[in-house]
């Protein structure tokens, strides 16, 4: 009896704890790049992302390798890959620290770390939107990236570069672990 | 004393995973942004203090000026970048190892880089010379008239004029000058390092797939030239396998023509546009 009740007082903090744990389970993150004769978009479905929560404070992470976004040309993508230093970085790395509270809210303002091409980019107050479906919750964005934050040289076609903006549109589905 | 003992004991053991959960991470979990201000655009917010965990070391300033002078060859540098990335952030933010991706996927290659920098300096060489090709292409068919032989309209049966030697001439140089050229964008395109286990996909296998068309057109179409200046020469009608020159030159250039469209596909007319 004694037995069970430490075990129980022992468990129970990590019980809590793990009930306060995410996990990604689906995600689409699209880059988008605009060029006066094309627009294209690269897709990966690849990310993978955990959130610790804790005394009302939430830590996220999602991590993407940047070799599996597809744009439907490979051409195209591997020429991403060199433009972006994809082979020597070859994560994108998203960090955010939430409070709690705000995970419950239908629209939060995020603040991301954002790792990608060997540079750290912070945005502030990205606005996510929520969506609960059942335990899962869908978090979608926008993160107003540019080629300069990453000092990516921008390619060019036919001697016009591409625009400097490159938005990248989140959607990922997070479960309760 | 055996219950107080007890009671002790369950103390400890249900205090000790709070004391884990409790234990301040070694980093204080506030990082500064990061990027360049020179090179941040307004989305960006540098300069200013966030709320976030802390950030690796490779991402900090100094972390910035070092990754602008890491140059692909410095792997040593690299790897540690990464496993740097696998550092814990605090004690409750999760990291990077967390997250179950292999050490392939996120391991820096170097060498892959660098066959990535080859494949794109070969492309773009490639790109220049094709464009710069289709130019004496373009001229060696507007100036084929001058190097056909001229029938008497009036008298069907009558002689045949030949061309000028001016106009062969410059048809040849131009016919040349474009095999030359063409020579010079396969080579690059042969030359640029493959990338193992990408398949082509989209608008680049059909600019592939149309060289099946173009190459042996760009090596048939001097050959037929050749064959039906050599009859002109000779005051004969272009007979033959010859006469086929320019519906040769004809299904090379369009084959040519379509290759470059080909791998610009979709193209969005948008210069209008502005947003």
Redesign the interface.
């Known amino acids: 009896m004694k037995f069970a009740a430490v075990l129980l007082l022992a468990v129970a903090p990590v019980m809590l704890h793990a009930q306060n744990q995410w996990v990604l389970t689906q995600s689409t993150l699209t880059w988008n790049v605009t060029h006066p004769m094309h627009e294209v978009a690269g897709t990966s479905h690849a990310a993978k992302g955990k959130g610790n929560c804790s005394a009302g404070q939430c830590d996220f992470l999602i991590a993407v390798p940047v070799n599996t976004f597809d744009s439907g040309d490979s051409n195209r993508d591997l020429h991403t890959l060199e433009v972006v230093r994809g082979a020597q970085y070859p994560m994108v790395i998203v960090r955010t620290h939430l409070a709690q509270a705000a995970l419950d809210q239908p629209t939060t303002d995020a603040d991301l770390e954002v790792q990608f091409a060997g540079q750290t980019a912070h945005y502030a107050h990205v606005p996510l939107h929520r969506t609960s479906h059942g335990n899962d919750v869908e978090i979608t964005g926008t993160i107003p990236a540019s080629c300069s934050d990453f000092k990516i040289d921008r390619p060019s076609f036919l001697t016009v570069p591409i625009r400097n903006e490159i938005p990248v549109n989140v959607d990922a589905t997070w479960k309760p672990e | 004393m055996a219950a107080g003992r007890?009671l002790a004991?369950?103390v400890c053991?249900?205090l000790?995973?709070?004391m884990t959960?409790a234990q301040p991470s070694g980093n204080p979990?506030v990082?500064s942004?990061?990027?360049?201000p020179a090179?941040?655009?307004s989305?960006?917010?540098?300069g200013?203090v966030?709320?976030?965990?802390d950030?690796?070391a490779p991402?900090?300033p100094q972390?910035?000026a070092q990754?602008?002078t890491?140059t692909?060859s410095s792997s040593s540098q690299?790897t540690q970048?990464?496993d740097k990335?696998q550092q814990p952030?605090?004690g409750?933010?999760?990291?990077?190892g967390?997250?179950?991706?292999t050490p392939q996927?996120?391991?820096?290659?170097?060498e892959?880089?660098k066959?990535?920098?080859e494949?794109?300096h070969d492309?773009k060489m490639h790109q220049t010379f094709g464009l710069i090709t289709a130019v004496p292409m373009c001229a060696a068919v507007l100036v084929a008239g001058g190097a056909k032989s001229k029938k008497n309209r009036s008298n069907p049966n009558g002689t045949v004029t030949g061309p000028s030697s001016s106009g062969v001439d410059l048809h040849v140089a131009l016919g040349s000058g474009t095999a030359v050229l063409y020579g010079l964008t396969a080579y690059y395109a042969i030359a640029a390092p493959k990338?193992p286990g990408?398949?082509?996909?989209?608008?680049?296998k059909w600019?592939r797939d149309l060289v099946w068309i173009h190459a042996p057109g760009m090596v048939l179409t001097p050959i037929l030239g050749a064959m039906a200046l050599n009859q002109e020469n000779n005051g004969e009608r272009v007979h033959g396998i010859a006469s086929a020159h320019s519906y040769v030159a004809w299904t090379t250039i369009a084959a040519y023509g379509v290759s470059i469209v080909a791998?610009?596909w979709?193209?969005?007319?948008?210069?209008w546009e502005k947003?």
């Open positions: 007890s004991a369950l053991v249900a000790v995973p709070l959960l979990p990082a942004a990061s990027t360049d090179s941040s655009s989305s960006a917010v540098p200013a966030l709320n976030l965990p950030a690796p991402n900090g972390s910035t990754n602008q890491q692909p690299q970048n990464n990335n952030q605090s409750n933010a999760p990291t990077l967390d997250l179950g991706f996927q996120t391991l820096a290659n170097a892959m880089q066959r990535l920098n494949r794109t492309l990338i990408v398949k082509p996909k989209g608008a680049i600019h791998v610009s979709p193209i969005h007319l948008k210069f947003k």
